[in-house]
Every structure is written in structure tokens, then in C-alpha cells.
């Protein structure tokens, strides 16, 4: 079946390090994005991608940082210097980038905690 | 600056009464409109859309949302809620080259 995947469904970061969390799409979306979610905050963008080797900042990009090397895959990584990374992370691809009449579809989500 | 506002953060009903979800937005340009549902720990599910054409849109589950330009608002309602409805909705809106979201309204469906 055609959809996005996240994993891990849970997280748990220590103090002081990084971790990645992944997001693989079959969908043959062009565009890709990361959000966060906190409670009563609605959705709000990390980063997006609207095509391989190419993204943008969004709303809160401090402390997080992507790649995107295949058209596939847009991993997000919380590096130590995100100090408060306890949230619900949600992936989401399009066809084309959000501006026009394109879905954003998402994936079930990744629950980050620090320890 | 672009807003998307959902006043209500709670909305408890019970099973089988009428339910309308409130969603305004800020915008002086054409915008794309659409309803999520998330239930609990899962991503978001699109509900419904507003692209084009006819302003009045429905979801398959009975669901359905109205599009006013003039009040800038694209109100969700159902006119019976079900248990299986409880869930959080969030409004989104396209500007330009964003998909702004609200804050959410959680729909609490009682027995």
C-alpha cells in the first residue's frame, strides 16, 4: 500500500545527544515536511524539501536538521542544541508544495521524551 | 500577518446531537481550505477539502463544511455525532506556500 512511514513510533533522548527520526514515502511525492505538535499549539513546521537535495527552514528550525539525498526519504535529526524536544513529530509528503491545491498527506507519528 | 483560528479547544456533545466545529482564517487572497481529524496517537487524516466549485464540501462519513469568503470562516459540522467521532479536528488553509493549521478543537462524544 502507498503511504508514509515513520519510525520509530517512540523515542527517548538522553541529555546531550542527537537522535533521527526517519520518514520514507512511496507515494512519488515531490515535496516532504516536517512538523512539530505540541499540546494546544496545533501543527507547527519544522522544515520542508520540495525536491532531492534541496530544503527550507520553516516556523521553528532551531535545533533540528534533515537531509534529503533521495526523493524517498527526508530524515529529521534533534540535535542537543534543541533543548526542549519532548513532542510529537509528524511527517507529511505532497506532490507538489503546499501553495497550491496539493494534499499533504501524513505518516502516524514519532512521540519524542527526554530522559 | 496569515492566521488560522479555531476558537473552540473542547467541544463535548453527546451521541447522536448536531456538532459544529468553528474555523475562521485571515487572508485577503484566494486560499485552499481543508479539515484534518486526528485520533489519539496517530498522524492526521484528511476529512475534507475546499479547492474550487461548490462551496458546500462533505466528507464519507458525514461530515460536511461550508466555505463563506464574505466571513472568511469554513465552519465543520455533522448534524448526528457517533462515539467513533471523538478525535481531534484541525483547519488548515493554504497561503501563497504554506499550509497554516489552527489549533486544533477536540471533539469529545459522550454516551
Known amino acids: 500500500d502507498g503511504g508514509i512511514t515513520q519510525s520509530p513510533k517512540y523515542l527517548f533522548r538522553k541529555e546531550g545527544q542527537n537522535v533521527t527520526l526517519s520518514c520514507e514515502q512511496n507515494l512519488n511525492h515531490d515535496a516532504m515536511y516536517w512538523y512539530r505538535q505540541d499540546p494546544g499549539q496545533g501543527l507547527r513546521l519544522i522544515y520542508y524539501s520540495q525536491i532531492v537535495n534541496d530544503f527550507q527552514k520553516g516556523d521553528i528550525a532551531e535545533g533540528y536538521s534533515v537531509s534529503r539525498e533521495k526523493k524517498e526519504s527526508f530524515p529529521l535529526t534533534v540535535t542537543s542544541a534543541q533543548k526542549n524536544p519532548t513532542a510529537f513529530y509528524l511527517c507529511?509528503?505532497?506532490?507538489?508544495?503546499?501553495?497550491?491545491?496539493?494534499?499533504?498527506?501524513f505518516g502516524a507519528g514519532t512521540r519524542l521524551s527526554v530522559l | 500577518a496569515q492566521s488560522v483560528t479555531q476558537l473552540d479547544s473542547q467541544v463535548p456533545v453527546f451521541e447522536e446531537a448536531p456538532v459544529e466545529l468553528r474555523c475562521n482564517y485571515s487572508?485577503?487572497?484566494?486560499?485552499?481550505l481543508f479539515w484534518y481529524v486526528q485520533y489519539p496517537n496517530q498522524g492526521l487524516q484528511l476529512l475534507l477539502k475546499y479547492l474550487s466549485g461548490s462551496t458546500l464540501v462533505e466528507s464519507i462519513n458525514g461530515f460536511e463544511a461550508e466555505f463563506n469568503k464574505s466571513q472568511t470562516s469554513f465552519h465543520l459540522r455533522k448534524p448526528s455525532v457517533h462515539i467513533s467521532d471523538t478525535a481531534e479536528y484541525f483547519c488548515a488553509v493554504t497561503f501563497t506556500d504554506k499550509l497554516i493549521f489552527g489549533t486544533g478543537t477536540r471533539l469529545q462524544v459522550f454516551p
Open positions: 507529511a509528503s505532497s506532490k507538489g508544495l503546499a501553495g497550491g491545491k496539493n494534499i499533504q498527506y
Open positions: 487572508s485577503s487572497v484566494s486560499v485552499y
